[in-house]
């Protein structure tokens, strides 16, 4: 079983509408969890933390479910440019705080 | 500013060839790492420096070879390598690792090496 689990997409979204997905982590004593977005042949670049009260940042809001051990990730009013892959990337929870990450969710955003 | 540089963007090089790849922030981070990543996968962690000292290898091949000169750079020395390594290489910074399971530093990554073994 992967440690980070995430559904690989595509989700294919018209401008300006909503798009929801979800990760989930197997590793209960993770505590720090982030969500990247990967353009084609570019490098990670970090979105958000995600906080256990969840929060939110411009048309980006991320949650955090410890008991059932997901994160979501919701994109309001969905922008071209927001066209990319979205890595959930979770901590370790070993000493060393190594990150784990997801395979990733391609979102691809239609005129 | 978060920004972590990265040279070269590209590089050709062939199975007997000594290449390195450097990488350089100047953001007071103490914490640096390599990644590899394969085309639609995600990133798989190398190299773990931390106040200058490598502090995890994740059993990388011998043919990889890194090194902290100081806080601000990386490099990694690539000799007698094979074409499965071909890949995009990832540096990535952050404050330095906490270590204790309870939080992690946010890592920032660099551009990227795309690297080609002929």
């Known amino acids: 079983r992967k440690e980070v689990e995430q559904d690989p997409g595509p989700f294919n979204v018209p401008e300006g509408a909503t798009v929801a997905f979800n990760c989930t982590y197997s590793?209960?004593?993770?505590?720090?969890f982030f969500w990247y977005r990967q353009d084609c042949r570019k490098e990670p670049k970090l979105l958000m933390s995600v906080y256990s009260s969840g929060n939110e940042d411009g048309r980006f809001t991320a949650q955090l479910n410890r008991a059932s051990q997901y994160i979501s990730l919701l994109i309001r009013d969905s922008k071209l440019s927001d066209s990319a892959t979205y890595l959930c990337v979770v901590n370790s929870g070993d000493s060393w705080g190594k990150l784990q990450f997801g395979a990733g969710t391609q979102v691809v955003v239609t005129p | 500013d978060t920004e972590v540089t990265q040279t070269p963007k590209h590089l050709v090089m062939g199975m007997t060839n000594k290449k390195s790849l450097k990488c350089e922030q100047h953001m007071g981070h103490r914490a640096m790492y390599w990644y590899k990543q394969k085309a639609k996968k995600p990133p798989e962690l190398m190299f773990v420096?931390?106040?200058?000292?490598?502090?995890i290898n994740e059993s990388v091949p011998s043919r990889f070879s890194p090194e902290c000169p100081n806080s601000s750079l990386l490099n990694l020395h690539l000799h007698a390598l094979q074409p499965e390594d071909s890949a995009l290489y990832l540096c990535?910074?952050?404050?330095?690792?906490?270590?204790?399971?309870?939080?992690?530093?946010?890592?920032?990554f660099g551009p990227g090496t795309r690297l080609t073994v002929l």
């Open positions: 990535a910074s952050s404050h330095g690792i906490v270590l204790t399971a309870s939080s992690t530093d946010t890592q920032y």
């Open positions: 590793n209960s004593a993770s505590q720090s």
């Open positions: 420096y931390s106040y200058e000292k490598l502090s």
